[in-house]
T-cell receptor, first 114, second 116 residues
Framework: AQSVTQLDSQVPVFEEAPVELRCNYS??????LFWYVQYPNQGLQLLLK??????LVESINGFEAEFNKSQTSFHLRKPSVHISDTAEYFC????????????FGTGTRLKVLA | GAVVSQHPSWVICKSGTSVKIECRSL??????MFWYRQFPKQSLMLMAT?????????EQGVEKDKFLINHASLTLSTLTVTSAHPEDSSFYIC????????????FGPGTRLLVL
């Protein structure tokens, strides 16, 4: 069965410091990988995704994630965080064939400190 | 592009009443929509997959008679919480899939339901 693990439930980091949010998955078939961000009382916004091709994917606001097949990981990184990055971050895998339902991790709360 | 809306954003109701939540894809046709439930400080739990023109597929443990889902058009899916009780209070989020991007879901802003 497929599963997604986000080991860190909370990550406090000072503004302008780098951050890494970890995501590991378990699947016996090919998956598509996603990072979503959720601000308080809002839905999820797509941050970035890996479907195929280059294993390093980037978002427009400075985040990047690298797909590592051997380690079954898709960690999210940002070299310098801002206060506005404070939010909940969810890693998800989409498993096919068929409905391509999402399996979500439990989320990581990023708290950026001034 | 790929905007999904939900209505209402907030609803408070009395125990025993039914509540309908709408999920619309504003700028695309969504053959598949998903309904999730999120408890405070927890992850999203998939409730059901809604396909236009057919019956929804419910996840194990989700009561289909309790949570009625209708996907009557390519841009609208509704979730009706029937005979709501306080334990149904939660954050309900829908998502939709673009036909040309079958692996990616776009999420609505969510609906917070409080049952008194």
């Amino acid at each position: 069965a497929q599963s997604v693990t986000q080991l860190d439930s909370q990550v406090p980091v000072f503004e302008e410091a780098p951050v890494e949010l970890r995501c590991n998955y378990s699947s016996s078939v090919s998956v598509y990988l996603f990072w979503y961000v959720q601000y308080p009382n809002q839905g999820l916004q797509l941050l970035l995704k890996y479907l195929s091709g280059s294993t390093l994917v980037e978002s427009i606001n400075g985040f990047e994630a690298e797909f590592n097949k051997s380690q079954t990981s898709f960690h999210l990184r940002k070299p310098s965080v801002h206060i506005s990055d404070t939010a909940e971050y969810f890693c998800a895998v989409s498993v096919g064939p068929g409905t391509y339902k999402y399996i979500f991790g439990t989320g990581t709360r990023l708290k950026v400190l001034a | 592009g790929a905007v999904v809306s939900q209505h209402p954003s907030w609803v408070i109701c009395k125990s025993g009443t039914s509540v309908k939540i709408e999920c619309r894809s504003l700028d695309f046709q969504a053959t598949t929509m998903f309904w999730y439930r999120q408890f405070p400080k927890q992850s999203l739990m998939l409730m059901a997959t809604s396909n236009e023109g057919s019956k929804a597929t419910y996840e194990q443990g989700v009561e289909k008679d309790k949570f009625l889902i209708n996907h009557a058009s390519l841009t609208l899916s509704t979730l009706t919480v029937t005979s709501a009780h306080p334990e149904d209070s939660s954050f309900y989020i829908c998502s939709a899939r673009i036909p040309t991007s079958f692996e990616t879901q776009y999420f609505g802003p969510g609906t917070r339901l409080l049952v008194l």
